[in-house]
Every structure is written in structure tokens, then in C-alpha cells.
């Protein structure tokens, strides 16, 4: 693949600053089973490249489904002319400098690879789960998944990258839906397809798969007789599970520097924070600790360059409770004169690379679970999101749960059905009281973050460990 896009690049006549190819190779899987009896079971590829030129300081785009050569000229061609028609009402003239030179090669972490099961195998194993999560007639209907993606990236520039990434991932989701006269509740593995992360089958044969498996139907019975949560104003505890939608959303999208520059606001929103809060804004308590870090093993949006070949790196981007930086790509980063991270992502070969967050962690603290229990005589402890609303500039939310547990003399007491909690993101993050240590630190992901016009759907990823809140308004589904 080297040679032919290397040698594609020699060969293109325009006067062009700079010139890139971003080639992709994507297979996806999809195994689905609901009520023991499989849905889907589908497998679909895609091959092709997109290429990005600049002329006078502007960029251009043109993606084709074709890798040869003749293919690859017509498009940069095209990107050639839309870079050269846009530069002269150019916003801001781009550089080499936002397309440096890079070399390198990443590859996810793998023990178990992707052919090493047949989909009988996988499809037996999802039908088994499905029949362990029916512990009760009362359960109505259980579902099982598991989709793999492999996605083989190569990009090559003019000015010398070679960059190659081979993303293996897997994603897998099990729930029930349990209903006793009027009441429904519903129960997930951690909430909607957030068991995320790179790497292959080991990821699925886990020593407490059956155990868990089984932990989903009783809860799902058990939620059908507890009471609701009260609405109250109290400590709140949010398992890993939730605190991913909380991060993701909260912290994530309104950091992004194209939404803040006003790219996104037609479609996705803007956000609350400017760009003259970067080094100023406390965003939080001083136990906030955010890192942008796709260099963790394992994790959903693991890379070591993003797709404009920038050097992915572990950053801050709060500190202590203050904004440090955005997530905002080489070109964000020279337009809002902020600093960013390695971040412009793109969800195929027919798409330009746009700011996107990848593995958005909070950094553990020190306190173990039962430490964090013990030391709260009222409030209310929170699993897996069931529900969401948050509005355009990322300010004010209000979010639901699966599963609650109140929280009494130090103890978890009565389970509480449909939990919630609401409040705004600066008041959430400044209650931020207590942050757990590395044994309840875990990562999660989804392949459904959307953004982009034409729409993009990507994989991030987020870990954090268990958190608590003062005095946030927490609610039942009468609320």
C-alpha cells in the first residue's frame, strides 16, 4: 500500500502547498440475538481514501471508493480546485505546520483474534446469554450483541508521513426489559452498548460473564417491587458506568473547539465556554482531574496519531478544576489560538477528519468504594444511564439511571427505581466532593458519539472511577 500511494502522490500534477492520502480498509460484524433467537448476523466492507490539498492556505477534500491511480489523480484534482476556489475567502491561511511530518505505527492490543470464532460459535454463546438473563417470567425480553470493527489506516503526505494504524475493536451489549402489571423497568450490562474496547474475543469470554449475565435479569426483577427514588436534594454517587455519559457530555462537547469557534452550532451546539477561558475558567472542584489520553491500552479511541497524522499524547485538559485546553485539532488550535490535542478523527474514508474527543478519562483519587460509602449518611447511589437531555451550549442537563441503591448511615440500603438527578455543568463539577482510587477506576465506550454535517458517528472512550456530589437535586420518574 506504501508504494502505490506514495508513487499516487508523485505523479499528481497540481501546484499544490501540501498533499495527503488517508487510505481505509474497514470490516465490520454484527451479531444479534433477542429472546434466544438471532436478528442479525451481517458482515460489511469498505475500501477507500480521501484526499485533503492545500492551495494559498486553504484546504480542500475529495474522497473516492477507488484505490487506483487513476481514481486517486481525479480526486485530488477536485480537492485541488475546491482548495484554490475557497482561498480567497479563507478564514484562516493554514500551513505546513498544521500538517507536519510524521512517521510511525500503532496497532490494538489483541490476544485473541477476530477469526479465532466461527458465528455459530459467537451466536451459541449470545443465545446462551440470552436464555441466562431470563431468570423470571417476568422478564419479557432479553437481548444479546456482539460487533467487531477492524480498520486498517494508512496515511501518506507530501512532505514525507507515513503513518499505519490497525484498530481491532469489539463491542458487546446484553439487557432485559422486565414488566410486572404496569411497571417496566430495564436493566443493560452498564447501560446501552458501553461495554466498548479494543482488542479481540478475550474480550468477551470474561471469568464473570455468566455471574453478571445473571446479576442483570435478578436486578431487572428487583427493580420491578423497589420504590422510587425520592426527589430530594442529597449526596449523589455515580458508578463508572454513568459518570462516562457525564464526562461525555458535560466535558467533552463543550470543550470542542470547532463548537466554540461556532462550526457545529447549525447542527450539534455550541457551549458555554469561550475561548478566553482556556488557562482561567475553574470548571470544577479542585479534585477534577480530566486527561484527553488515547494512548491507553485497550481503551475504545486508543491511536498514536489521529487522522491528519497529528502525535496523539496524554493531556490535561482540567487540572486541579481548571480549563487547561480544548479538544481542538491542529487547524482549531491555529484558528482560536488555543491550545489543543490530537484530535481531528474521522468515522470513514468518505469523510474530512473534524474535531472529535477520543478516551476522555477522569484521573483517579484516593478513596476506595467502601470508603466513599462509609463517610455518607444520606444519599443516593447511581448505575448505568437510561436516559439524557442536555441543552445546545452544554449547560444545563438532566440525566436518568437504571439502578439506584439509597445510601443510609454509611450503608447501601433499599434499591430505588427510576432514578435521575439534574443540575448545571458548572454546579455539578464545583460539588464534586470525592473521587475514587484506581481499584474502582474503569473505562467504558461508544461507537455512537454523532457530530458533523454530513453526520459522523465514532468510537470514544472514557474511564473514570466512582464520584460523589453534594447537594444535587435527584428525582423519580414522576419528577
Not at 130 to 136: A, F, G, P
Not at 327 to 353: K, T
Not at 463 to 476: H, R
Request: hydrophobic share 35%.
Amino acid at each position: 500500500m506504501w508504494s502505490e500511494l506514495k508513487k499516487a502522490i508523485a505523479t499528481f500534477k497540481i501546484p499544490a502547498d501540501w498533499i495527503g492520502i488517508r487510505a481505509v480498509k474497514e470490516n465490520v460484524t454484527t451479531r444479534y440475538v433477542r429472546d434466544g433467537l438471532p436478528q442479525a448476523n451481517g458482515k460489511t466492507s469498505t475500501t477507500g481514501a480521501m484526499l485533503e490539498v492545500m492551495v494559498n492556505g486553504c484546504l480542500g477534500y475529495a474522497a473516492t471508493n477507488s484505490l487506483e491511480l487513476p481514481s486517486l489523480q481525479i480526486a485530488a484534482q477536485t480537492a485541488y480546485k475546491q482548495a484554490l476556489a475557497a482561498s480567497e475567502w479563507w478564514i484562516y491561511p493554514f500551513g505546513e505546520s498544521e500538517r507536519p511530518q510524521v512517521i510511525g505505527e500503532y496497532n490494538s492490543p489483541l490476544l485473541e483474534p477476530l477469526d479465532a470464532l466461527s458465528p455459530r460459535d459467537i451466536n451459541d454463546l449470545l443465545v446462551r446469554v440470552c436464555k441466562t438473563l431470563k431468570v423470571n417470567d417476568k422478564i419479557v425480553q432479553t437481548t444479546a450483541s456482539a460487533n467487531t470493527i477492524e480498520r486498517e489506516t494508512w496515511f501518506v503526505s507530501s512532505n514525507g508521513s507515513e503513518v499505519y494504524q490497525n484498530i481491532i475493536s469489539l463491542g458487546t451489549h446484553y439487557g432485559v426489559i422486565a414488566q410486572d402489571a404496569g411497571i417496566v423497568q430495564q436493566r443493560t450490562n452498564n447501560g446501552w452498548q458501553a461495554n466498548c474496547y479494543q482488542g479481540g474475543w478475550e474480550l468477551l469470554q470474561l471469568e464473570n460473564l455468566w455471574h453478571r449475565v445473571q446479576q442483570i435479569g435478578e436486578q431487572a426483577i428487583e427493580l420491578l417491587t423497589a420504590q422510587e427514588c425520592p426527589t430530594t436534594r442529597t449526596k449523589l454517587v455515580l458508578a463508572p458506568d454513568q459518570m462516562m455519559l457525564q464526562i461525555h457530555e458535560s466535558v467533552g462537547h463543550p470543550l470542542e473547539i470547532d463548537r466554540i469557534l461556532g462550526d457545529e452550532r447549525n447542527y450539534a451546539g455550541g457551549s458555554f465556554v469561550n475561548k478566553t477561558d482556556f488557562g482561567k475558567l475553574v470548571y470544577g472542584s479542585p479534585l477534577m482531574n480530566i486527561t484527553f489520553d488515547p494512548t491507553v491500552s485497550g481503551e475504545f479511541a486508543s491511536y498514536a496519531f489521529d487522522d491528519t497524522g497529528a502525535v496523539a499524547t496524554k493531556e490535561y485538559v482540567i487540572k486541579e478544576g481548571v480549563l487547561q485546553r480544548g479538544l481542538g485539532s491542529l487547524e482549531s488550535q491555529a484558528r482560536a489560538d488555543v491550545p489543543g490535542v490530537a484530535c481531528a478523527r474521522a468515522c470513514s474514508w468518505n469523510r474530512p477528519a473534524i474535531d472529535r474527543m477520543a478516551n476522555l478519562n477522569l484521573e483517579p483519587g484516593n478513596a476506595s468504594f467502601t470508603e466513599i460509602i462509609a463517610d455518607i449518611e444520606h444519599g443516593v447511589y447511581m448505575e448505568s444511564n437510561r436516559s439524557w437531555s442536555i441543552d445546545d451550549r452544554r449547560y444545563k442537563f438532566q440525566f436518568g439511571c437504571e439502578y439506584a441503591k439509597l445510601i443510609e448511615n454509611g450503608k447501601l440500603t433499599k434499591t430505588l427505581r427510576n432514578p435521575n438527578y439534574r443540575a448545571t455543568t458548572p454546579e455539578f463539577w464545583h460539588s464534586l466532593i470525592q473521587v475514587g482510587d484506581a481499584s474502582n477506576w474503569q473505562m467504558y465506550g461508544t461507537p455512537y458519539c454523532g457530530k458533523g454535517e454530513p453526520n459522523q458517528a465514532i468510537c470514544v472512550g472514557h474511564g473514570s472511577p466512582v464520584c460523589v456530589f453534594a447537594d444535587v437535586e435527584v428525582f423519580g420518574g414522576g419528577g
